[in-house]
C-alpha cells in the first residue's frame, strides 16, 4: 500500500509505539485500521478511559458517539463522556471542536490522531454497558465513538487493566492480543463480558456455541442450561434449514434483583434473568434464547432496508418491527414446540394469553402494527404505555405472524406455511445480501410462496386497524377463541416503575375510591399496605379482592408524605382462550398438527405427536 511510502514516518512510530507484538501480517491490516483501546483502571468509579488510533487522512476528522443502540430510543449516551482530548502522533495536541452533543471534531489529524475520553458506564442489563468491581459488560456503541470517515474500515480493539482474574468473553474475532471487526457496525453488533464468568461450549448441527454465565453458581445448572440450548439450536436450525454461523455465543447474567431481558447480535446473544425465576425454572430463559436466536436470522439478516444503513446520529423509522420482532415470537412458539420444550395446551395457552393482552388494550382499534413500530421511539415515555395509546408491536406482530401462518396454509391448500416465507425470505433477501422492503417485502414472500393475493391481509391487519376474525383465522385448525368474562378487584389506579426508579401513578381512574381518597397522577407510592413499594408491588395489587381496604402510603407531587385509605372496587375483564371446536375433524386435527410443528402439510403423518411438554 502506498500509503506507508508516503508516510513513512507514522508508520515507524506506528510500529514501535502500539503495534509491536502484532505478528507482521496484521500490520498492514492494522495501520489502515481504526484502532481502540478500552481501559478497565477504574472499576470502582464506573470509569472507563477509551483511547482512539485514527489513522492518517484528511485533516479535520469527525467522531460520533451514537445516540442509540439496542433500544430503539434515543439515549444520548454522549450525556457520560466526561473529558475530550486529542493529540498527533509525536504528542503535539491538537485542537478538538463540539458540532454537536454527540459529535466532534479533531483539527490537524492529517497525520493521523490518537483521541482519548473518559465514560461513565454503569447501567446493567443486555441493552447497556456497565463496568463495576464485579464486572464489565459493554455493547460497544455506548461507550465507542466512531470515525465518520472510516465508518466502514476496519476495527481493531484490545481491553486493558484488566481487575486480576478476568477473562474476555466476546463474538469477535481475536488476532494476538486484539480484537478485529470487518467495520464499526460489526465492531458494535458485538456484546463483550469481562470478568471472572464460568464458560462451557458445545457442537451442535454443525456449529460451535460457547455459553458464558456471570452469575452466582448456586443458583443454576450449567449441564440443565446447555441441555435446553441443544434442543433450541437444533430446531431452529432444522426449521430454518440453515445455519449461517460456525460460532454463536450465548451469553447469560442472572442477578439478584430486577432483570429480564434479551438482546439480539448476529454472532451472539446476551440474556438477563432474575436468578430466583431460574431457580424455579428454565422456562423464561428458553423461550427468551429461542426468540434472541432466531433473530440471527429475522432482523440481523432477514433485515428491513429502513434499518440499513444504521443511523447512529437520530431515530431510525421502520414500519418493520411488528414482523422482526413479532413474527421473532411467533417463530419463538414454533422453535419451543418442536423442541419438545412446550406442548399443544401450554402453546394454546400463551396463544390465548397474547389474544387477550391485544384485545384488552383500546388502541387495538386506532393504532396499527406498522405504526406501533414506527411509534417504538416513544416506549421510553409512560403516557405512550397506556392501553388507549398503544399496542405492542411485539403482541400485535406474534398474532399477525400465526395468523399469517393459518392464511398461507389455507391461500396454498397446506402446501406452504410461514416457515416457507421465512425461508424465501433469508434465500431471496439475506443470502443475496438484499434487504426488504418493510411490509411490503414480507407480502411478496407471502404471496410468492402461497401463490395468493395477500393484499386484503395487509391492508386490513398491518397497515389497517380491522379487527382479526379470530374464530375465521382458526377454524382450519379445529380452534375457536372463547371470550370469557370475571369480575376482578380494580385499585382505581396504575403505577409504573421506570426501571429501578420510584413507582408513580401513571393514571388514575375518574370517579373511583382511589380519586375520591385523593390519589393524584404524579404522586409517588413509598408504601403499599404497610411495605415499601418495590418490585413485589404488582403482585400486591394482583392479590386484592373487591371491597378489601388499601392503605396506600404517597409522596404528594407538592410534597410531603401522607397515607390514603379507601375500599378497592370491581369491574369485568374479559380474557380469551383459544379451545377446541366442538367437532374437530380429521383434517382439521391433521392440519392442526402440521401447524404446531412449524411445517406445510406435505407428508404430514395424522398419528404423530407434537412436543412432549416440559
Ligand atoms: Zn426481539
Known amino acids: 500500500m502506498n500509503f506507508f511510502l508516503a508516510r513513512s514516518r507514522a508508520l515507524r512510530w506506528a510500529l514501535v509505539a502500539a503495534f509491536l507484538v502484532l505478528p507482521s501480517t496484521s500490520i498492514a491490516q492494522l495501520a489502515a485500521s481504526v484502532g481502540y483501546t478500552i481501559s478497565l483502571a477504574s472499576p470502582e468509579q464506573h470509569l472507563v478511559e477509551v483511547q482512539i488510533i485514527l489513522p492518517a487522512g484528511t485533516a479535520q476528522r469527525e467522531l460520533q458517539l451514537p445516540v442509540w443502540n439496542a433500544l430503539y430510543q434515543i439515549r444520548d449516551f ?65 461507550i465507542l465513538m466512531y470515525a465518520v470517515d472510516a465508518r466502514s474500515a476496519a476495527q481493531q480493539v484490545r481491553f486493558s487493566h484488566l481487575p486480576a482474574g478476568w477473562q474476555i468473553a466476546t463474538p469477535l474475532t481475536p488476532s494476538g492480543d486484539r480484537f478485529s471487526a470487518a467495520n464499526y457496525d460489526r465492531l458494535v453488533d458485538s456484546p463483550v463480558e469481562i470478568g471472572d464468568f464460568q464458560e462451557s461450549d458445545f457442537d451442535e448441527s454443525g456449529g460451535n456455541f460457547r455459553v458464558i454465565v456471570d452469575a452466582d453458581s448456586a443458583d443454576y445448572e450449567m449441564s440443565k442450561i446447555v441441555a435446553a440450548l441443544h434442543k433450541i439450536v437444533a430446531a431452529a436450525t432444522t426449521w430454518m434449514n440453515d ?24 454472532f451472539s446473544t446476551a440474556i438477563d434473568l432474575n436468578a430466583d425465576s431460574i431457580k424455579q425454572s428454565l422456562d423464561a430463559l428458553t423461550s427468551i434464547t429461542a426468540h434472541e436466536f432466531f433473530h440471527l436470522w ?7 432496508q429502513t434499518l440499513e444503513p444504521v443511523d447512529y446520529t437520530r431515530e431510525n423509522y ?26 399443544e395446551k ?22 396499527s402494527a406498522e405504526e406501533s413500530s414506527l411509534d417504538a421511539w416513544l416506549e421510553g415515555n409512560g403516557y405512550y404505555r397506556r392501553p388507549e395509546r398503544s399496542i405492542s408491536y411485539y403482541n400485535k406482530g406474534e398474532l399477525l405472524g400465526v395468523v399469517l401462518d393459518l392464511a398461507v396454509r389455507e391461500a396454498s391448500h397446506g402446501q406452504a406455511s410461514l416457515r416457507e416465507v421465512l425461508q424465501w425470505m433469508n434465500a431471496n433477501y439475506a443470502k443475496k445480501g438484499r434487504f426488504f422492503n418493510d411490509s411490503a417485502g414480507v407480502r411478496a414472500a407471502a404471496e410468492a410462496v402461497s401463490h395468493a393475493d395477500l393484499s386484503s391481509f395487509f391492508n386490513e391487519f398491518v397497515s389497517g386497524t380491522d379487527e382479526i376474525p379470530w374464530d375465521d383465522c382458526f377454524r382450519s385448525v379445529g380452534l375457536r377463541v372463547e371470550t370469557i368474562s370475571n369480575t376482578v378487584a380494580d385499585a382505581g389506579f396504575t403505577a409504573s416503575r421506570n426501571f429501578d426508579g420510584p413507582m408513580s401513578v401513571g393514571a388514575v381512574t375518574p370517579g373511583s375510591e382511589a380519586e375520591r381518597a385523593g390519589l393524584r397522577v404524579g404522586d409517588v407510592i413509598v408504601e403499599l399496605q404497610g411495605r415499601p413499594a418495590g418490585q413485589e408491588s404488582r403482585e400486591e395489587l394482583n392479590r386484592l379482592n373487591p371491597g378489601e381496604t388499601l392503605r396506600v402510603k404517597i409522596q404528594s407531587r407538592r410534597g410531603g408524605n401522607r397515607e390514603l385509605r379507601w375500599k378497592v372496587g370491581s369491574r369485568q375483564e374479559v380474557s380469551y382462550e383459544v379451545r377446541n371446536l366442538d367437532q374437530v375433524t380429521v383434517e382439521q386435527r391433521e392440519r392442526r398438527l402440521a401447524w404446531l410443528k412449524g411445517e406445510a402439510q406435505d407428508g404430514i403423518d395424522g398419528s404423530e405427536s407434537v412436543g412432549t411438554g416440559k
Open 243 to 266: 445455519r449461517p454461523f460456525d460460532t454463536y455465543m450465548f451469553i447469560y447474567h442472572f442477578p439478584h434483583g430486577p432483570a429480564g431481558g434479551g438482546m439480539e447480535h448476529a
Open 78 to 142: 454522549a450525556q457520560y463522556v466526561n473529558w475530550i482530548r486529542a493529540k498527533d502522533r509525536s504528542g503535539v495536541p491538537l485542537v478538538v471542536g463540539e458540532i454537536n452533543k454527540s459529535r466532534w471534531v479533531i483539527s490537524g489529524a492529517e497525520g493521523g490522531a490518537i483521541v482519548e475520553y473518559q465514560i461513565y458506564v454503569d447501567s446493567p442489563g443486555p441493552f447497556n454497558a456497565q463496568l463495576n468491581t464485579h464486572h464489565a459488560f459493554f455493547n460497544l456503541a455506548q
Open 318 to 343: 421502520t414500519r418493520a418491527l411488528w414482523f422482526s420482532e413479532g413474527v421473532t415470537s411467533t417463530a419463538e412458539g414454533t422453535i419451543e414446540l418442536r423442541a419438545g420444550l412446550l406442548d
Open 346 to 367: 401450554q402453546y394454546l395457552y400463551r396463544l390465548g394469553e397474547q389474544i387477550t393482552e391485544l384485545e384488552r388494550r383500546p388502541a387495538h382499534r386506532t393504532q
Open 298 to 304: 429475522n432482523v440481523k439478516r432477514i433485515r428491513p
